[in-house]
């Protein structure tokens, strides 16, 4: 499976931004889809995951009500819609595609995507 994001960029503070993260696979509806982020100088932290049983969507507290993550299994897309965005969601955001729980895990993901690098400025 190669996941592949996009939709990075710069922003000012309090803007948004939508990342997309395409997957090779004709069995994407399979997959639990998260979004992780690593920022300079820090471990990657989980950010939102959407489950591949029923959609049911999980979030970071840091996030929670800004971020909004969503998946079209018929495209073999994952977004995530990100709103008000602050200074220190600047990261480089990856997608991960997997099959094992806890959702919040990275480890519990097998496939990962190249990358999108967020820059929020203040």
């Known amino acids: 499976v190669q996941l592949q994001a996009s939709g990075g960029g710069l922003v000012q503070a309090g803007g948004s931004l939508r990342l997309s993260c395409a997957a090779s696979t004709v069995i994407f509806s399979s997959y639990n889809m998260g979004w992780f982020r690593q920022a300079p100088g820090k471990e990657r932290e989980f950010v939102a995951t959407?489950?591949?049983?029923?959609?049911?969507?999980g979030y970071a507290d840091s996030v929670k009500g800004r971020f909004t993550i969503s998946r079209d299994n018929a495209k073999n897309t994952v977004y995530l819609q990100m709103n008000i965005l602050k200074p220190e969601d600047t990261a480089v955001y990856y997608c991960?595609?997997?099959?094992?729980?806890?959702?919040?895990?990275?480890?519990?993901?097998?496939?990962w995507g190249q990358g999108t690098l967020v820059t929020v400025s203040s």
């Open positions: 991960a595609a997997g099959g094992r729980w806890p959702l919040i895990s990275g480890r519990s993901y097998d496939y």
């Open positions: 959407v489950s591949r049983n029923d959609g049911t969507t």
